[in-house]
């Protein structure tokens, strides 16, 4: 079993529609949780941080973790052509040296 | 808005030749990473840099790697002896010390391809 999983899609919405990215894990050790987007042959951008469990909102993004089913969530409100991009989840080990393990990553594409 | 730089963008080189890859973390960022990206696959961990020595490192971060902050500002990715298999794009990263520093930066990139 991978310890991140994350559909890689294609995902793809018309433009303003509400976007629902989602990402597994298996080890329950992982405290730490981001998102990142990335654009073609770009270097990751990173979207939202959150710790534990709960909910985080920037913006048209909301990040929500579920730690007792291991699931992580990233909501796109009104999304934009501009949003296109793969949208990566990647997650830290509580007491680990920072280490980032990513997911696959899940490409969306917003169509006007 | 401070930001991660890397050069070469883009570094082509022979089997077997050395490279050196080079970034310059945000200026107030203490911890340091290198990660790579296969085309078409996840990125991967390659290894934490932080007070001028490796923290962690991850199995692909063998003999042939190494790293080194040679000055106050430049943090490098040496390979000494390329081979087919490490072309791909090489991500630096850089957080800071305190509160935020699982929050990871990541440059724009250098693309190495070995022939």
Same mark, same amino acid.
């Given at each position: ?40 042959? =770009? ?12 909910? =985080? ?12 089913? =291991? ?42 | ?115």
């Amino acid at each position: 079993q991978k310890e991140v999983e994350q559909d890689p899609g294609p995902l793809s919405v018309p433009e303003g529609a509400i976007v629902s990215l989602n990402c597994t894990y298996s080890n329950s050790a992982f405290q730490y949780f981001m998102w990142y987007r990335q654009y073609s042959r =770009k270097g990751p951008e990173l979207l939202m941080y959150t710790y534990s469990s709960g909910n =985080k909102e920037d913006g048209r993004f909301t990040a929500q973790v579920d730690k007792s089913s =291991k699931y992580i969530s990233l909501f796109i409100r009104d999304s934009q052509p501009s949003d296109s991009a793969t949208y990566l989840c990647a997650m830290i080990l509580s007491g680990g040296y920072n280490k980032l393990i990513f997911g696959a990553g899940t490409r969306l594409a917003v169509h006007p | 808005e401070p930001e991660v730089t890397q050069t070469p963008s883009h570094q082509v080189t022979q089997m077997g030749q050395e490279v050196i890859l080079r970034c310059v973390p945000i200026s107030n960022h203490l911890y340091f990473y290198w990660y790579r990206q296969i085309l078409g696959q996840k990125v991967e961990f390659l290894v934490s840099f932080y007070n001028n020595e490796i923290s962690e490192k991850s199995e692909i971060f063998d003999d042939q790697f190494s790293v080194e902050r040679p000055d106050g500002s430049n943090f490098t990715l040496k390979i000494r002896s390329t081979k087919l298999e490490d072309s791909a794009m090489y991500f630096c990263a850089s957080s800071e010390s305190s509160g935020g520093h699982y929050e990871q930066y990541f440059g724009p990139g250098t693309r190495l391809t070995v022939t």
